[in-house]
Nanobody, 118 residues
């Protein structure tokens, strides 16, 4: 059974930083492209960052290029998203899934809320 558990969200001021984690299970994480998505109120879920299975390829949303970093720990089946210089428009619930351009699975975790506000 595929599962994703996201964590690390919180309330941060504009310009601040957060590091999100996602622990995945139920599929071969080490060989899989994986990705972060986010969904804000009144908007559809959108791709934030894709990371290839070999760890070299990156697929970024234009809005986060240069501010966010994505990485993985295959021994821990964990995906990370380092977010710097956060902006109010980054406020959303963040999710992870497999896939590079689109989500591979219909299953989603609970997500982790990121709120950027003064």
């Amino acid at each position: 059974q595929v599962q994703f558990v996201e964590s690390g969200g919180g309330l941060v001021q504009p310009g601040g930083s957060l590091r999100l984690s996602c622990v995945a299970s139920g599929f071969s994480f080490a060989m899989s492209d994986v990705s972060w998505y986010r969904q804000s109120s009144n908007n559809e879920r959108e791709l934030v960052a894709g990371l290839s299975g070999d760890g070299y390829g990156r697929n970024w949303a234009d809005s986060v290029k240069g501010r966010f970093t994505v990485s993985r720990d295959d021994e821990r089946n964990t995906l990370y998203l380092e977010m710097n210089n956060l902006k109010p428009e980054d406020t959303a619930v963040y999710y992870c899934n497999a896939g590079y351009y689109s989500p591979r699975f219909d299953t989603w975790g609970p997500g982790t809320q990121v709120t950027v506000s003064t």
